[in-house]
Structure formats: structure tokens, C-alpha cells
């Protein structure tokens, strides 16, 4: 186990769909509801956008959490994108659950435009798993050389 | 190297006041392609944007990165400027520094911080734009309005007014909707069918207007300016073409144990009726549940003696298919049930009634003929106790009832007391209130003269239950006023019940694929500048289905989705959005996954030889149709190879911004 | 099994196929590899038998588009590659004779070969004529196939994680794997392509190296026939198959049985979905830690 850094502030990258989670960040936004500064949104058209490439990279970048926001289920700006998205990121979590990685560093939640409390709410609980996880080492290489 | 130009927006001190947007501007002069950056007290205002377009002339920029509120606010104001300034309006992004971070975070460091990385992340996007250029479309010059009341015929008449053809929808046998039943209206107590049922005839007898009742949407596809719709029309074994309304045949029929919806189900009606005397279209319907030649063979009185021979027992339910420019909600609304809330024990007891069922029991043509009766003997009720709010605004987190006002049950409370204590006098008004909200024109002056000169009694504080004693019904609350308990023995009860939206909402939410709130009302584009579209472009939205409001916001409202609608179909062309996905044909497998994921059909394969590097090969390969694509990107994690990729959110622009979040 | 050198020999006389893909004896005794014959001379070289493991599906890519027919021999899994390379109309079956070979399970120079414990069956899900005795037909006896997958699930994650840091390390990303692999038949891998921003040249700390192995996995979930290529090939003895093999039984256990390559259904698990699927979050609520 490594040292914890003292100045270890976590990284947390939100990718938030268009139609209604990154609406619905907006209005967690308006209402000042407030969340950590660590998480930072990435907008993408839908849910069904995220490639779970993406997802690796943050991670291998030093992203310490990734989480993917997207309309409720049968809401989809685009009718099926998140039922996509659902089967997609539930493949990949599994199989980094698989690979020994942390489960609390993927979160998936669906956000609609008009619920800026529960992006708010879920933002806060994300960084707190995060911040009791602590820093990501695991996904940074996982196939790093054993020193 | 691109020139890169970053403008920071104040937005006055919504920004400014937790993040500091000098450091920002200074900070990103330091990343490389930024030739120009700056802030700027409002970046939209006009100065603002000569700013920008100075400075795209000034130093050449080819792309710019605009720091500020939501994109969903101000991006296409953005664009705009770009474009006016000889920039690809593509060639521009926006970092969310205001919802996403000045607005959420209090501390001032945190949120320069978050603000720098969210500005390089768009300026590392940015670097991976490429101009754009936007098709057109073309626009079906053809409104569908779903749901016949007077929202959506309004909407109809004035869409109709301006030359353009209009499909009403409804789901009951007329339109008319909620106002149909309505006896008076607020604040002018005049009759609410003599002010509706002209509206009706006029929109039967547009000759734009074509009114399909007794159906469904089932089926929408496309979108702004060519949905496709397939309407299920429900067979109602009379022939419209045929029926002249004579309604011979209702007295006619053996079979009277149908309930009256249009009363409640306060009464019966024949198998075959209309469902009331001023219906549009005036044609009888059958109703097969109840229709005993239809059940078991036997019978056919009606169509013996109906002298049009509109009778039709074979009839089937037919499936229309039309194209449509743009579309309006009007599902309108419900009052909820409120049996489950027992402690005013509506289930149990005839004389606690709905406000709408008072209604009906107040109408001329309801089931007591406008003489107000109690539904359990048919006597004149002498105390009359009103409770407000009854599942309107509740707690959030119990299953009680709605955590919304309903809006309009303060006025049509002060409405029926009104109208009570003013035909009846001999009879005592009691109306328990949480507050009385009148925010309306001559709605508190209504209100007032409820209290003052009809004698309603006010009563601030909820009822904690409603017993049947005898042939009274105790009514126990309290008086928060007074600080006493209060005890009422009550010969009728009228809940003012909460109004959801329509159930059919959902499902057609669903199928446009319009967003709603958690309670089922569609959510506007703005809540506050564009408020009667809908999110997704081409759906707008008229009447209750967007939330409680009263006839004349409705009636405003309606007129607004219609000046939308208008607006739209007056276009000859739309400007398609051009972040649609694109195949790169020479890593294209051709191996069909992308299509099995595209909600729109929009991609279709062919034969043809690809050129590129060594390779000069005829292969089955993918194309997106850029006017059918919308951009949802399904296809582009679909696709192994990558050659699958989405324009304005390509692989490279996000990998881009993560990358940079990250660093 | 000599009558299906000699059947392929006679239709390539004939004219009926340009050309055979089968296997030619190499320096050991064990080592046989798929090669191309295209005259009866060549033909001498022909060998099937006990040491034809190799998947020849994925080399019928390369004459898809080539003139007159190829005659392949395929094992009854190996027609679960080729279906579903139908699947995804990168084959044309027309264009194609395939010999169905009995397979009695086969072998290296160590025994019998990992993937023919997992023996999928001997059915043939696509073929012109088959060409077996009453031995091959016999079910072989097989283990439960997903026994390494749930050893690994009964670990805890810090076990998991260094398992596969012990495995994967040793990758030399020769790509071996993704060269045999049938359902890795992109025209230009992911990973180089220029467009999707992961491809790299410089190696150690680089995206593609780290992550290659998930992202190969997943590219080919729903795809895989568990055909046990990519491990049978990998020069470090990674068990790749365990990659693939979680995602088969994942998508089994939560979207249905789904064997890539049967029948004529185009959609794998990940192009289809249901209103009812599961949540992402079922992952996080898994029993053990």
C-alpha cells in the first residue's frame, strides 16, 4: 500500500448526456446546489456515446473515478441510447470488477433534466466512495511490470 | 499551429464572484494555439460578441473557446457571432464555468481551478474541431395536435388560421376535454360549455382542421419538420359519415349499464351514445363492452332503427399513416383518485366527492339536472364541507399524493362555494385551506367576495378524517387559527383533488421521445424563455401536459405553441444539425453492428470500390444518411474499428477533453 | 481421415474450387499450420488429422473476393467462426466449399489442446458436405468450461488484480492474439487507426499497451465463439480465453444464453437490449468484495 498524499484531491470525470443529465447538472447548477469541484463534466449527445475507451483512458490518466450519467431508462432523447449504454457499461464494470479494480470507481446513474438534487446528491456521494477509495493506482497500468 | 481566442465570461458576478476570471483569461494565454484571451464583464451582450468578432478579425483566430454559462444557454448565440464574424460556427466551444462551477462551488481558488482545467478541456476539444457544414431538410407543412381539448383546439385554430393543416387526436369519442365538464368558469362565472362548444363547431368546420376522435398516436418517428405518425383509429361501429346525431338510437338501446365518463360514472348511458348533447363529431359510438349484439350475436335494435343505416357491427380499427412538421401535446389532465388517501373516506362514502364530480352534480346536464343533490339519497345537502389540497403538496417522499400545487383548486373552491351559497342560501359553506392562492386578474377580488359577501367559511387547517355518523359525515380538523379542534357534521364533502397529468402522457413522451418530470408533465426547453416547447425540437406543448394551469393560461399557452408551430411550418427548409456520425469507408468492416444499434434507420450499406493507401477494393461498407441521423452516437461504440465516428463529438475531441481533465 | 485430402484434391481438379485452405505438416512432428493449396501437386502437402487446431475461418477473409471458389475445412467449431463472420457479411458464402472435418478433439505437442476441453459439441452450424466417422461424432469429454472464470470471481479483488498483473505483464503485444483471432477481423484495428485516439507508437506508459486486452475483449463480446485461438497462440501462455470467456458467461447469466455463430440471428447481446436488463450497478451489489 502506498503512502496517501496529503494533497490527494480525487479526480472524477462525469460524462453526462446532453438531453438530460448534463440539463439536469445545469439545474443542480441554478438551484446552487453544490458538489465537490473535483468532478468535471464531459457532454456527450447520449449515454450510448460513451465508448468504454473513454472510460479506460480517464482512468489511465490518473482519473481516480469515472462516472456515466444518462436519461432514466425509456426516456432517451433517442429512444434506445441508454438502454445500449446499460448493457455496455454493465460489460465493462463487470469485467474490471474482474480484473481486481475497485467497484465503487464506476458508477453509472441516470439523471433526468428536471433532477438537479439527485445530480447534486449522487456527485456528492461519488466523491465521498472516491475519496474513501482513495488514489487510483490499479487502472493506471494494468498490465504494468511487476518491479 | 491553430489560433486559438479564449473569452471569459463575468456573466457580472455570477461568475466572477467565485471564480476569478482574470487568473482564467491569463492562465489560458499559456496553453499552447491560445493567441488571444480575455474577459469580459458580459460576454453575450453586444458588446461582448464585438469583442469576439473583433478579435477573430484581429488576429485571424480559426477556432474559440468561450468560457461561460451552459452551452444549452448561450452555444448557438455563440455560434452565431462566429459565423457573423467568417468563423465556421462549428469552430467554437464552450466551458461551462457558471451552472458547472461558479454557481456550485463557494470557494474562490477551487473554483478558478476547476474553471482553468474546464477551459483547457474545450480549448484541447477545440484543437480537434473541424468546421462543420449543416444540410437542410425539408419541412411537411402539416401539424399533429395530440388531445382534443381546449388547449389543443385552440392550438388548432390558430394554426389553422395561418394556412396550415392541423390533425387533432383525441382518445374520447368527442373533444371537448376537461372544459366540456366544467359548469361555470373562474373568475367571470360564466357557463363553460357556452363559451367551449363554439370553439368546437369552429374547429369541426375549419376546412384545415381535421379532427380524428376516438384514437391514438401509436407510432411516431422522424423528426423536426418530417415525423411520421401512425394513428390507430378506434372503431366505433357507427358510421361518422352517416350518423346524424338523432340519438335514436341511445333511447332505443336495451342495454343502460354502461357508465357515463363524461358524468363521472355518476350515472348510466346506453351502449350506444354520445357522450354529450353538444359532442363533436355529433355521432353515436359503441361502446363493445356493453353492446349485446356485439357480446353475443342477439339484438341489432339500433341498427333497426337508425333511418341513416350508420350502423356498422363489423367495423374495424383503422390505422392512418401521416407526415407531420411539427407536433403539439395537449393530453391535458386527471384529478387524481383519491381513495387511497382513506382519512377522508372517499370509498366508502357516496356523499364525499371529487370537485369535478361536484361539478357534474351542479351541471344542467349532469346526472341530478343542475338541482345539487347528494348521490346517497338525492337530498338537498344544507352543511357542505370543502377540503383543499388534497394530495397537492405532499411530501416528496411519501406515496400520499402530488408534491405540487395544483394551482387551480383555491379558485374553483371559491367557485362552487360561490355558486352554492348564491343558488342555495338556506346552505352552510365551510372550506378547509392550507392558504388560499390567487394570483391571477380578479382572482383575489373572486376570492374575497367568496368570503365577505357570500359568507364562505374559511377555515385555515387540514381534516384529519371524515366519518360517516348517521346520514351526516363528521368532519374533524382543526382550526389553526382559533387553535381549537373543529368538528363539522357535514351532509356532502368535496375534495378538491390534485390534478396529474393525463396516463396517457407517458407513452407518448415515450414515443417522442420528449422529456418529462418525475410527475409526468413535460418538461419545457427553458423554464423560463421557452416554455412551451419541448427539449427535443419539433414537439411543443399546449395546456396542462405541461403543467397545472387554469382555461385562460391555457388558452395563452395554447396560442404560444401554436405561434411555435406556425413559426416552424413557415420554413421551407430546416438547417439540419450537422454532429451527425460518419463512416470512414476505409476502415469500414461493413459488419452490420453500427446498424443494429441506429434508432433511426439512418444507416444503409453498400457495394463500392474504396481507394486509399494500398487498397483499391470493391467492399460492403456503411453510410449514414446525415438528414435521418440525429447524433446519438450508438453506432460509434458499436463499430470495433473506429471507423464509425460522430462529428462535433468524435473520439478525438473527447479522448482530447479527458485527457486534459485528467492531467 | 484421407478422404478429405482426397475429396478437396478431386474438387479442385474438377474446377469446382480454385483453391483449398488446409493444413501442411511444419518442422515437428506436432507443429501443423494452415496453408494455401493451389494445385493438385501442392495438394501433396495436405495434412488433417490429430494436429489441426488452427481455426482456418478468419484465412477465408482473404478470398472472399477472389476469383472462383475456396475450398476450407472447418471442425464443428471452427463453422461457429465462419457463421458468424456470415453474421457480420464480411464472408459470401457462395463464394465458399466447406468440408465439414470430424474432429475427435486435437492436440499439441503437450496433449490435447485447452479449447477442445471446452468442446462446444460437434454439431456443424454451416457446410457443403461432411466428412467424418462414428469416432468423431462421440461428445468428448468436456469440464464445465466457465470453472476458470468463477475461480477467479471467488477470489477477492486484490487477488484478482494480481492474477491478471502477473498475467498480463508478461504481454509482449506481439498480437498474436488479435492475428488469429476470428472475430478480430477489423480492416484496420482500432489501434491503428490514427482517428480514434488511442493509437500510439511509443510504447511502456501508452494507453494501448495497458488497455489492450480489455478493449480486444470487449470489442469481440458477443462476437466470440470461445474458439480459444488467442490463448492457444500466445507465445507468454496468457490465458486470454478468460477475458472472453467472463464476458460469455456475464451475458449469459444476465441477457440469456447467447453462443456467437449459431443459427442466423444477427444481433449479439450488446446490439439488443431490454426494457427489464439489469443495472450497471448489479456489479457493484455481487456477492464477494
Known sequence: MSVTNPNWKPKIVAFCCNWCSYAGADLAGSGRMSYPADVKIIRVPCSCRVNPMFILRAFERGADGVIICGCHPGDCHYTSGNYYARRRLTMLFSMLDYLGIERGRTRVEWVSAAEGAKFSKTMNEFVETITNLGENRKLGDIRCKKS | MQKIGVFVCWCGSNIAGTVDVEAVAEALKSVPGVVYSVSYQYMCSAAGQKLITDAINEYKLDGIVVASCSPRMHENTFRKTAEAAGLNPYMVEIANIREQCSWIHKDKEEGTKKAIVLAKAAVAKLKNDKPLKAGTSQVTKRALVIGGGIAGIQTALDVADAGYEVDIVEQRPTIGGRMAQLDKTFPTLDCSACILTPKMVEASQNEKINIISYAKVEKVSGFVGSFKATIRKKARFVDETKCTGCSLCMQKCPSKKGKDEFNMNMNNRPAIYIPFAQAIPNVAVIDPEQCIKLKTGKCGLCEKVCAAGAINYKMEDELIEREYGAIVVATGFKPIDPSPLNEYGYAENADVVTSLELERLMNAAGPTKGTLLRPSDGKHPHEIVFIQCVGSRCDENTERGKPYCSKICCMYTAKHAMLIRDKYPDTNVHVFYIDVRTPGKNFDEFYRRAVEQYGVDYIKGMVGKVAKEGDKLMVRGSDLINNQQVEIAADLVVLATAIEPDPSARSIGTMLTASMDTNDFFTEAHAKLRPVESPTAGIFLSGVAQGPKDVPETVAQASAAASKVIGLLAKDHLVTNPCVAESNELMCNGCSQCEKVCPYGAITYIEKEVRGPGVREVRRIAQVNPAVCQGCGACTVACPSGAMDLKGFSNKQIMAEVDQICL | ?289
Not at chain 3, 493509437?199 to 470461445?226: L, W, Y
Open chain 3, 1 to 289: 481421415m484421407n478422404s478429405i485430402k482426397s475429396r478437396a484434391l478431386e474438387l479442385l481438379s474438377d474446377g469446382t474450387v480454385k483453391r483449398v485452405i488446409g493444413w501442411e505438416k511444419g518442422e515437428g512432428e506436432a507443429d501443423w499450420s494452415p496453408a494455401l493449396f493451389e494445385t493438385a501437386e501442392e495438394m501433396n502437402s495436405f495434412v488433417y488429422g490429430d494436429y489441426a487446431g488452427s481455426n482456418l475461418s478468419k484465412y477465408c477473409l482473404k478470398f472472399n473476393l477472389a476469383e472462383g471458389k475456396t475450398l476450407v475445412v472447418l471442425k464443428p467449431c471452427d463453422t461457429l467462426s465462419f457463421n458468424q463472420l456470415l453474421h457480420e457479411h464480411r464472408l459470401n458464402r457462395e463464394k465458399f466449399y466447406i468440408i465439414g472435418a470430424g474432429c475427435k478433439g486435437m492436440k499439441d505437442e503437450n496433449g490435447r489442446l485447452l479449447k477442445c476441453n471446452a468442446c462446444k459439441g460437434k454439431d456443424f452450424e454451416v457446410y457443403d458436405e461432411i466428412i467424418d466417422d462414428e469416432e468423431s461424432r462421440k461428445p468428448l469429454n468436456v469440464f464445465d468450461r466457465m470453472i476458470g472464470v468463477a475461480e477467479l470471481e471467488k477470489m477477492t479483488a486484490e487477488e484478482r488484480y494480481e492474477f491478471w498483473r502477473g498475467e498480463l505483464s508478461r504481454c509482449i503485444r506481439c498480437n498474436a492474439c488479435r492475428n488469429v483471432c476470428p472475430a478480430c477481423t477489423c480492416v484496420k484495428c482500432v489501434f491503428d487507426n490514427p482517428a480514434s485516439g488511442v493509437q500510439s507508437k511509443a510504447p511502456v506508459t501508452d494507453f494501448e499497451e495497458n488497455m489492450f486486452h480489455i478493449i480486444r475483449a470487449f470489442h469481440v463480446a458477443g462476437r466470440c465463439t470461445d474458439c480459444g485461438e488467442c490463448s492457444r497462440v500466445c507465445p507468454q501462455n496468457i490465458p486470454l480465453h478468460l477475458l472472453n470467456r467472463k464476458f460469455i458467461k456475464d451475458m449469459n447469466e444476465l441477457y440469456g444464453d447467447h453462443q456467437a455463430g449459431v443459427g442466423t440471428e444477427e444481433r449479439t447481446p450488446l446490439t439488443s437490449y431490454t426494457k427489464e436488463d439489469a443495472e450497471p450497478s448489479v456489479v457493484h451489489e455481487r456477492g464477494n468484495a
